[in-house]
């Protein structure tokens, strides 16, 4: 299996292998299915969007719908305009979504269609009904990654709907990035755990993690509502959870509205969540209270008791910029040694943070942004790891190098537990270590001698 | 095939198969019923591709022209045609996408045809994603350049034989000429590489990536090797991509029968094969949307002669591999093949029934790619199932209405737009592989070449046909025919599943497989007795909103009948229990 990567490192210019990211329509897909009623738009031809639908797919295993402009070469001479027309016409009529949000492709960028200028015209002409609402955002893949995808249509979805009536309302908004629904699900319980009245936008859960019930809803019954995000113009304040996902949006919100944003990061582990905790317990004037505190104190309970398993452990890491540097946080707190980091995405302020927090503990550490796999993979055949971090796309990795692999990120493709299981907040850590402790530990018992094979460990 | 001499027992058709005793309803105003939401110029175009079938005289069906904005298709694009279905399977050779990282990203190991690494070329290229990751700098002064530095530095890396280059929408429209920098690259570093201008805006469907891909591997890598391999009866299976192993399935089988197969286009193919395939002495064409092009030009340069054939369904594996034996018409081989048929079905025969038991009255629709919505079809046939609705995502008016048509179909500008190419006889390696005599006389026995009926006239009078069908009809059929089980793709499927209908994927199969010939359909068989027989669904609605369940304590605790005997048992326990005395006020045992 990847018998054709070795050691030997060669400088490559040109040639990306085994990319740790993808194009920025799947990441403003994702982010559009957040918003309850919606139905996201993919402008160029079609391929992008079956491409995109059957990714997101088999990631949640779960419906997820968005229509396509359906482009053919005439369009790509002429430009999508009357594609795009069309199209809101037939969605509203068949489909008949609250909002559409529409965002484009490398081909509608290159052919440079005027989406505001097209979205106007089909107001006027009806294609899109009275009361029923269009928005955009430019994804250009050329440019930035799936994340910056997200990010752009969060942005959209501030830039066209937030709105300040005057009237401070008690609320926090919180923007949680691109991460599971289990995760928005659990960032809502910590609110409510504290009391704390949230606004959380957009918001896959219960959308991309419905129950079997024997009907389907193309809307199903999750999702911020338009009137949710609107209303995110009047909110007490905005913590933004990742920089690469989430604070443009914020930036924007603060510009637009005058909302003050909080600029944090995931809270995966315990440094923070400890932030993001306390961050919106003073935003939103609440305690947070002895419920929170006790899941607090079983993570470190936890953290403990493994500590003999986790001290200076190896560890490589793959994915979005975001996770990489809150997962890398817990892993320090955890003793353990992320010697590689990587993201495919481009990004300075990854590198930059990333050094802020290896340089003291794991001063050795190689940090790479626009990297990809086969890079980390030579660097793990030049000097082993004990454990690999990342999506499913590093399961020929682990398998090469026989290295145990917990999956995290996006995409998952082949296991289940993402759907169910947060990586974000205590419970979330907790999930994240209950993960790497079976991996350690299993590889142990598979492999070690039998005189050292203990029941009790 | 059942002995024809006799006539069939009771239950069964005069082909063999069990007779289904589903029934249908009226399809006319089922149809309708899907149309009615449709704004009047997208009802017109749907109109032409959602038809009631007639076996007899298949009506003419709208397929092959452009998905209407805003629906919500099945259908991907050009490049996924060709660099997805036809080129993408080749392992030994390198392939590189030219454009931003998505194409490739969502092309990686997505699609699963299967592939086992051979002894001489060790690197399954496969397991590698490789992309010019095209950035704004690209797009705005071109990509020629970056192209030709990735593809050196591949090639001093990996050393391929051969290197295939796919175009994603924006090189088409900057301009890039993909094509020169491969000529370039093929005189500076010796190896075979090549390009294909497959952007995904070119066609309306995968349909014409397949076209491209058909055109460049015919340009480029068939006809290199003129040695050909020296076993006897020599045969290419075109259009069978080995998903979920089913080329290992069909080679098996061929093999038993001591037919050889040259190569498998292209599954688990090699770079080898491929250079040698116009040496077999026949192609057998399975999908034919996506090869008949490559069948075509290999009959008209080398002369090999082709058939199609089906390995999807026990008796159409009997019947094509008796279409093999009569082609070659060997004794030997004839008398081999109806003893592995023999063989095979005995073996078939008992779990066949057994699922026919199980499944028979049952319904089933599927849509899905350019043939399988046909070939499945006999699966389900061959346990007494009904395909009440079936259609292609990406086949032309061929694969519907058989190749009758095709004089009668017109050219549009989206097809006009693949390159059709110009293919005469080799003057050297031009061999015809029958006589004339030979040719008639097969003609007389009733042998066909080139010949596909296509799926109407195999499906039942008043059955759906529906071309490219759109989210908005899958919910309607199901609403309007609740079939036992639908077999769609990966965006379908839970739209599908969650309505409570199992829905069996046949692009990957839901990672199962193999389904071909024999062994294929008898694991396919218990597939579908495993999916539409289970109890999961049941389970959907809880126990207290169902009506009251005797078996169920039902709230009523240990009260009820079920629980009687462990209130019994919990009461004499009760009973048994004596406090001790004197017992100490801490434990004393430490
Ligand atoms: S063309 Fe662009 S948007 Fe479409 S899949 Fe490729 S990279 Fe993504
Ligand atoms: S950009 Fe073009 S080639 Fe790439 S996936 Fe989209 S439609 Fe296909």
């Known amino acids: 299996m990847l018998n054709g990567t070795t050691a030997e490192l060669v400088e490559r210019k040109a040639l990306r292998i085994n990319p740790a990211k993808t194009c920025q329509p799947i990441g403003a897909m994702y982010a559009a299915l957040g918003i309850h009623g919606c139905m996201p738009h993919s402008h160029g031809s079609q391929g992008c969007c079956s491409y995109h639908r059957s990714h997101l797919t088999r990631h949640f295993k779960e419906p997820v719908m968005a229509t396509t402009s359906s482009f053919t070469e005439g369009s790509s001479v002429f430009g999508g305009m009357a594609n795009l027309t069309q199209a809101f016409k037939n969605i509203f009529t068949i489909y008949n979504p609250e909002i559409v949000a529409v965002h484009t492709t490398c081909l509608s960028e290159v052919i440079g269609d005027d989406i505001p200028t097209i979205i106007k015209k089909s107001i006027e002409d009806g294609s899109i009904p009275a009361g029923k609402i269009a928005i955009h955002a430019n994804t250009p893949s050329f440019v930035g990654s799936h994340v910056t995808g997200f990010s752009n249509m969060v942005m959209a979805m501030v830039n066209y709907l937030s ?219 030049n000097e082993p790891v004990d454990l690999l971090i990342g999506n499913t796309y590093g399961k020929h990795i682990a398998r090469t190098e026989n290295v145990p692999f917990v999956r995290f990120g996006f995409p998952i493709l082949d296991r289940t537990g993402h759907r169910f299981f947060p990586t974000v907040g205590y419970m979330g850590a907790v999930n994240l270590i209950n993960q790497m402790i079976n991996v350690l530990l299993d590889k142990k018992d598979r492999e070690c001698d039998e005189e050292w094979f203990e029941l009790v460990q | 095939m059942s002995d024809l001499s006799t006539t069939p027992p009771e239950g069964y058709d005069s082909e063999g198969y069990p007779i289904p005793t589903a029934t249908q309803p009226d399809s006319e105003a089922m149809r309708a019923e899907m149309l009615k939401i449709y704004p009047q110029k997208t009802r017109r175009k749907r109109e032409k591709q959602l038809l009631t079938n007639n076996p007899e005289t298949p009506p003419e069906i709208g397929a092959n022209t452009r998905t209407i904005p805003g629906i919500i298709t099945q259908r991907g694009c050009t490049y996924a045609g060709c660099r997805g279905v036809v080129i993408g399977p080749i392992h030994d050779i390198l392939h590189i996408t030219h454009g931003p990282v998505g194409c490739s990203y969502y092309s990686w190991l997505t699609r699963r045809n299967l592939a086992r690494p051979k002894p001489d070329q060790p690197i399954n290229f496969l397991q590698y994603c490789m992309t010019t990751d095209m950035q704004e700098e690209d797009i705005v002064f071109g990509g020629e350049k970056k192209l030709a530095a990735a593809i050196r530095e591949a090639y001093a890396m990996f050393k391929p034989k051969a290197i295939a280059v796919y175009s994603t929408c924006p090189v088409g429209l900057i301009g890039d000429d993909v094509h020169a920098v491969c000529r370039q690259a093929k005189a500076e570093l010796g190896i075979n590489i090549f390009g294909f201008s497959c952007e995904g805006y070119k066609g309306v469907s995968q349909s014409a990536g397949h076209h491209i891909a058909n055109n460049g591997v015919f340009k480029h890598m068939v006809g290199l090797n003129d040695e050909p391999d020296k076993e006897k009866f020599r045969i290419n299976v075109l259009g069978e991509y080995n998903i979920g192993g089913d ?56 002369g090999v002669p082709w058939i199609k054939a089906n390995f999807t369904g026990a008796e159409q594996t009997s019947k094509s591999l008796r279409k093999i034996g009569k082609y070659f018409d060997d004794k030997q081989l004839i008398d081999r093949i109806e003893e592995v048929i023999a063989q095979e079905m005995a073996a078939l025969k008992p779990v066949q029934e057994e699922m026919r038991k199980r499944l028979q009255g049952k319904t089933a629709a599927m849509f899905v790619g350019g043939s399988r919505a046909h070939h499945y079809q006999h699966l389900f046939k061959d346990v ?104 769609s793709g990966i965006k379908d499927k839970f739209v599908i599943e969650k309505l409570g209908v199992p829905c069996k994927q046949l692009h990957s199969y839901d990672y199962g497989g193999p389904y071909t010939a024999y062994t294929g359909a008898a694991n396919f068989y218990k597939e579908l007795d495993r999916m539409i027989n289970t109890k999961v669904w049941k389970l959907i609605t809880p126990s207290w909103k169902k009506p009251a369940d005797p078996t169920i304590a039902m709230g009523k605790g240990i009260d009820s009948p079920t629980n009687k005997t462990i209130r019994e048992v919990v009461a004499g326990m009760a009973k048994a229990w004596k406090p001790q005395k004197s017992a100490p006020a801490s434990s004393a045992e430490g």
């Not at chain 2, 390159?419 to 015809?432: G, H, L, S, W």
């Open chain 2, 247 to 302: 080329a290992w399935e069909i080679d098996t089988v061929l093999k038993k029968c001591g037919i050889h197969v040259t190569a498998t286009l292209s599954g688990d193919i090699s770079y080898e094969q491929i250079t040698k395939c116009h040496t077999a002495d026949l192609n057998v064409v399975l999908c034919h949307r996506s090869i008949n092009y490559m069948a075509e030009m290999m009959e008209t340069k080398f």
């Open chain 1, 163 to 381: 709105e300040k009536t005057g009237t401070t309302l008690n609320q926090v908004n919180v923007i949680p990035g691109f991460v599971e629904p289990a995760d928005m699900r659990e960032i809502k319980r910590i609110a409510a755990a504290m009391s704390a009245n949230i606004v959380m936008f957009p918001d896959t859960s219960n959308v991309l993690d419905g129950p079997l019930t024997g009907q389907y809803k193309m809307y199903p019954e999750g999702g911020a509502t338009v009137a949710q995000i609107k209303s995110a113009g009047d909110s007490i304040a905005t913590v933004a959870l990742g920089h690469f996902a989430s604070h443009v949006a914020a930036a924007t919100l603060e510009s637009k509205c005058n909302v003050p944003a909080a600029f944090l990061e995931l809270p995966i582990g315990v440094g923070a969540t400890d932030r993001f905790i306390s961050t919106l317990a003073n935003y939103a004037g609440v305690e947070v209270g002895p419920a929170i505190e006790l899941e607090r104190g079983r993570l470190v309970d936890l953290m403990s008791d493994l500590h003999q398993y986790f001290h200076g452990k190896r560890v490589a890491v793959a994915g979005d910029p975001d996770q990489v540097i809150a997962i890398t946080q817990f892993l320090v707190e955890l003793e353990m040694k992320p010697v590689y980091c990587i993201t495919g995405s481009p990004g300075n302020q990854f590198e930059k943070r990333m050094h802020e927090i290896l340089d003291g503990p794991v001063p050795e550490a190689k940090i790479k942004q626009t990297a990809d796999l086969f890079e980390l993979h030579q660097w793990m055949k």
């Open chain 2, 384 to 487: 007494g199932m009904l395909t009440v609705a079936a259609g292609y995502e990406f086949a032309h008016r061929d694969d519907y209405e058989g190749r009758k048509v095709l004089p009668t179909i017109k050219i549009d500008a989206d097809s006009r737009n693949i390159e059709e190419i110009e293919v005469e006889a080799d003057p050297k390696r031009f061999v015809p592989r029958k006589t004339p005599e030979q040719l008639e006389a097969l003609k007389a026995g009733g042998f066909n070449f080139k010949d596909y009926d296509g799926m109407m006239v195999e499906m039942k009078k008043s059955t759906l046909v529906i071309d490219d069908i759109s989210h908005h009809e899958m919910e309607k059929l199901i609403e309007l025919y609740k079939p036992d089980i639908i077999c």
